[in-house]
């Protein structure tokens, strides 16, 4: 019983990393009908930004004179702003110029992106990083190891507390967000627009919404939520690599389509079922940490034959 407790909270754990990721995949491709193949990157980016930022104020001694819960809010501040302008950037120069021309273009181009974005942090972690520690701590700032190299993500959640309390910390952060995401698309006015648009994009235009503002707000959206789920990410799995990102962007696509691409739900629901199946097969079979993403994609696999909407998606029939 305990080794079986034990694994359902590791499963949850990681079905939250994978969650916040799938749902930044619906949230894409319900307003463009576009997988942004580039989302780990972007969740991995946010991740690294935030230990950046964290050698930074460190360096600067922010964490000596303000409050330690307000120097983890900044962090999140600037992950957060990093990733919305990296999701509006691939919108703008990987999307949009994309919109009418072959559906594969912009999925290409998003791939492309992505390949970017995991080379400029190998290439250019450590010298942005330390230039900027530098300037504020001189002779005593703090350094870090090549991009290409494992980077320690920092203990921001209860760093003196038991580990029990972070795990809770991550999963009650992660219901949070999915709890305010849901009341932001069905009680604001921005959120409903989204939902028109991810139905119907030529009506929702004729009824007045204005389609391009909010794809760029969904974009916005997405990018902070995959920047929190870089962090959380982080500080579930304390070791962070530049290449994290294809991994994650794969289990979080998988999860997105497991659970039904256009509904965000969908998303969750897919990301806790891979989460539980890698979890309790490296548990429970003999040598099973080997074949868990094996078992894990299968699933994907049979849902994709049998199931091609996911698990809450909505049949579709397009008559010619």
């Known amino acids: 019983m305990e080794m079986f407790a034990g694994l359902l909270v590791s499963a949850l754990l990681l079905g939250c990393t994978y969650t916040l990721i799938a749902v930044g995949f619906s949230l894409f491709f319900g307003v463009m009908d ?7 990157d972007i969740a991995i980016f946010g991740a690294f930004s935030i230990m950046g930022a964290y050698v930074v104020l460190m360096s600067a001694g922010l964490f000596n004179t303000l409050p330690f819960i ?14 919305a302008t990296l999701g509006l950037v691939a919108y703008r120069f990987s999307i949009k110029p994309f919109s009418h021309s072959s559906e594969l273009m912009p999925l290409l181009s998003t791939i492309a992106l992505g390949t970017v974005i ?10 942005a990083v330390n230039a900027s ?7 005593a700032a703090l350094k870090v190891v090549s991009g290409r190299n494992p980077q320690g993500f920092p203990e921001l959640l209860f760093p003196n507390g038991g580990v029990n309390l972070r795990y809770v910390t991550i999963i009650c952060v992660t219901v949070l967000l999915l709890l305010l995401l849901f009341i932001f698309l069905n009680k604001t006015k921005m959120g409903l627009s989204m939902q028109a648009v991810s139905q119907n994009k030529e009506l929702s235009m004729m009824t007045g919404i204005n389609v391009s503002r909010t794809i760029v707000v969904t974009f916005i959206i997405g990018g902070v939520m995959l920047a929190i789920g870089g962090f959380l990410v982080g500080s579930y799995q304390k070791i962070m690599s530049f290449d994290n990102g294809a991994m994650y962007g794969a289990k979080g696509f998988s999860a997105a389509v497991v659970g039904g691409l256009r509904n965000t739900w969908g998303a969750v629901i897919g990301g806790m079922l891979l989460a539980f199946v890698e979890v309790f097969v490296a548990g429970y079979v003999a040598n099973g940490a080997a074949y868990a993403g094996v078992v894990a994609f299968v699933v994907v696999v049979i849902f994709i034959i049998f199931k091609p909407e996911g698990i809450i998606g909505e049949k579709t029939v397009e008559k010619v």
Do not use: R, Y
């Open 118 to 127: 995991k080379e400029v942090l190998g290439l250019m972690f450590m010298p």
């Open 34 to 40: 576009v997988v942004v193949f580039c989302c780990g």
């Open 133 to 139: 520690a530098s300037a504020f701590g001189g002779e």
């Open 70 to 83: 307000v120097c983890v809010a900044l962090l999140l501040l600037i992950g957060a702003l990093f990733c």
